[in-house]
Structure formats: C-alpha cells, structure tokens
C-alpha cells in the first residue's frame, strides 16, 4: 500500500515549512526539489530527500513511486520583480504539474494538491486600490496575470479534468501572497514584506536613512502568514472542497502600511523614495473568504503585524549574517 507523501519543490520556501509540519505529525515524507541540497531552504534528515528536476515525467515517476498524497508546490517563480520578466520560465512550470499529475495516476496516489495562486484573477477586476475581495467565482471570464497566471489557471484545470475522467482527487489553492521565515528575501525572485524587511533592515545596520518603494506605495494587497497558509492547505487537501478556494490573508493593506508595520517594529522612520517605473502587478487585490469559511469552516486569521515581526526578526538575521560575512 501506498504510504509517502511527496512534496514537490520541498526546496522552496511553502515546501519546507511543509516537510517540517508533516514529519512532526509522523508522516513518512519525500521532498523533490531541483536545486542541489545545499541550497534548499530547509533540509530535514527525517524525510527522504531528493534531487530531481520534475520537469521531465520519468523523475516524476521516480519521485511518485509508492506516495499516497502529493503536494505539487514546484513552480519557477517570485515576486512580481520576477514574474512581470520570466513569462515564458513562469508558464513552463506548466509541465511540472502535468507530469506529475500523469505519473500520479500511475502510481495510484490518492489525493494531488496543486498551489495556484491569486494571480488566476482577472486584471479587470484589480484596477483600484480600494476593490471589494475576489471571489472564487471572479475567475471567469478569464484574463489573469500574462505568464504565470495563465499557467495556473490552466493547471487548475487539468487538475479537474484528472479529477473527473481518472478519479484522483485533487484540490486547488489560490494562495495570496505568502511570507515568512525561511521565504526568499533577496536575489529578485523576493516579495513586497520579505523585501521590505530587508531593505528596513539594510537602512538599519548601515545607518542609511531612506528606502526605495516600488510604485506610488498606495496599492494594495493581503499577505498570509506561513503557518496559516500550512494550515490551509492541509485542512483543503483533505477536505471534500472540489473547486479551487482562496487561501489568504483578507487584512487589505497599502504598501505604504506595510512599510509603517515593519518601520514599527524596527523602530525606524525612513524617508521614502518612490521608483514608479519599477514591477508594479494589479493596482488592489484581497481574497474574499467567504468560501473558505462555508467549505473548510476556518479562514486565515493571523495578523499581518504579528507575523511581521517574526519575518522581520529572521530577515534582519540573515542581513546582519551577509554584512559581516
Ligand atoms: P519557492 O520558489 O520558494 O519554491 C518553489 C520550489 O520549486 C523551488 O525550491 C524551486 O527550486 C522548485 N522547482 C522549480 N522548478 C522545479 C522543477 N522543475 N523540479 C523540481 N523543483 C522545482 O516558492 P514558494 O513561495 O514556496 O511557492 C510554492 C508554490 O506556491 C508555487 O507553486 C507558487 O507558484 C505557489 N504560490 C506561492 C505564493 C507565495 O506568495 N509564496 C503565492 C501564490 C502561489
Ligand atoms: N517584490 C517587491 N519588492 N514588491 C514591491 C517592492 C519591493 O521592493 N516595493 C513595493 N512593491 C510592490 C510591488 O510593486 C507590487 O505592487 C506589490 O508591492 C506586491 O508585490 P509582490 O509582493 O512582488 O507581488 P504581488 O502581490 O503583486 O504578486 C505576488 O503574489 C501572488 C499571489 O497573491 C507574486 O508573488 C505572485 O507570484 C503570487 O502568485
């Protein structure tokens, strides 16, 4: 019988904080991830590692081998730094999920996650900063984020279609943006709060007095703790949820109220310098959670200034680690 669970991209940052939860639950857990070991975010001994560029169908086969359950969390992808300037590497992760969703069937595993992503929604819906939240139901008719958002509004689909011609259950998340410890906070694939912590931190330990904002700071967006977004995709997997659902933060918040958190907690005030030709994405987006709480009966619920600061902590660490290594 079936017994693993895999988790795809347990390199990444979603992935392995995962592995972590799933082996303190004792589960026996596979973690796949392209990059060599060495530059995994986590590595945890308990779980069976492996490297393998899931891409291609026979390490798909190879990493499905005997999994009950899989969480497809792999994908080439970032901030808005990096998705607005890597279409086409953004929509090749669509043969990531397919070929692990072929050798899913396989191999009869049981159950498939896939992590689509609040970019699925229509740019016509996001065009003023103050918008009500998306709905599950916004999707359609369909114009999302060029590139990545193409990409995993079609993996949603192939996910169903899996779903309703062979049988393997699956269940889609559209994950709003995610931070947290252990997340990507430099190198140009980072996000808006990891970015911001470390541009506060920088100024921090180097005395400078200003930072540079990417657009007019006045668009908004959610942002979901880690142990939220866990939780979430845990209680969705094995939930009877068919559609894909919102996993997200619904605390709406400018930019520039981002910046006043982590500026708060650094107990800073910076001069703000406004770069309005920078990678901007939609002008508003927040998730509508009413699905969430009807189908799974919770919904993400940990402040942003809470996890703020267990961000900011971990980010300032991993600055002052680089400036004086
Ligand atoms: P991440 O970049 O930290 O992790 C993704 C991992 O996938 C990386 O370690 C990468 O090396 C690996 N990967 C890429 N291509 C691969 C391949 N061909 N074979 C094997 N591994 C490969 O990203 P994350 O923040 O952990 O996101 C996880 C998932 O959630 C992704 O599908 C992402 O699109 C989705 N998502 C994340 C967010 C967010 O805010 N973090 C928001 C929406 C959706
Ligand atoms: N990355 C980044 N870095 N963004 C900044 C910065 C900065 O220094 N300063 C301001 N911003 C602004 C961006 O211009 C954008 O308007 C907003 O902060 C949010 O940017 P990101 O966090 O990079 O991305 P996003 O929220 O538009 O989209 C992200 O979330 C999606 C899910 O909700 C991306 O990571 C997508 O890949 C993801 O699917």
């Known amino acids: 019988m079936n017994t693993v669970i895999l988790v795809a991209g347990a390199g990444g940052f979603i992935g392995g904080h995962l592995v972590k939860t799933l082996l303190e639950r004792s589960l ?6 392209m990059k060599p070991l060495t530059e995994w975010y986590q590595v945890h001994p308990g779980a069976e ?20 359950e899989i969480f497809n969390l792999a994908a080439d992808m970032g901030g808005m730094g990096f998705i607005e300037n890597n ?26 996650f896939f992590s689509s ?31 990545y958002g193409w990409e995993k509004l079609f993996s949603e689909r192939m996910c169903r279609h899996f779903r309703e011609d062979f049988g393997l259950v699956t269940r889609a998340a559209r994950y709003h943006n995610v931070y947290g410890p252990h997340g990507t906070w430099d190198g140009g694939r980072e996000k808006a709060p ?7 931190a920088q100024a921090v330990l180097s005395g400078r007095h200003e930072i540079e904002i990417w657009g007019d700071g006045e668009q908004t967006r959610s942002f979901m703790y880690i142990d939220d977004c866990l939780e979430g995709s845990l209680r969705l997997m094995h939930s009877d949820c068919e559609e894909p659902l919102n996993v997200g933060s619904d605390e709406m918040v400018s930019i520039n109220q981002l910046v006043d958190i982590v500026e708060d907690i650094a107990g800073v005030k910076l001069r703000r ?11 508003g987006r ?24 267990k961000t900011y902590a971990w980010v300032y660490e991993q600055v002052a680690a680089q400036k004086s290594s």
């Not at 026996?28 to 991830?33: A, S």
């Not at 393998?52 to 999994?67: E, P």
């Not at 990891?194 to 506060?200: D, F, G």
Request: some cysteine; overall charge positive; glycine content about 8%.
């Open 28 to 33: 026996p857990v596979r973690g796949v991830d």
């Open 49 to 68: 590692n492996l490297v393998l560029d899931l891409a291609g169908i026979d390490a798909c086969r190879i990493a499905t081998k005997g999994v009950r």
């Open 87 to 112: 279409k086409a590497l953004c929509m090749l992760s669509v043969l990531i999920n397919t070929h692990l969703l072929m050798a899913a069937r396989e191999s009869g595993a049981q159950r498939f």
């Open 117 to 147: 992503s609040a970019c699925v929604y229509p740019d016509y819906r996001q065009r003023d900063a103050d918008i009500p939240g998306l709905k599950e139901s916004d999707a359609y008719p369909a114009m999302p984020e060029d590139g």
């Open 194 to 200: 990891a970015a911001i912590c470390r541009k506060v």
């Open 273 to 283: 310098a406004y770069k309005l030709d920078a990678p901007k994405g939609v002008r």
């Open 286 to 309: 927040n998730s509508d959670n009413d699905l969430i709480k009807a189908r799974l009966g919770w919904a993400p619920s940990i402040t942003l200034r809470d996890g703020l600061a």
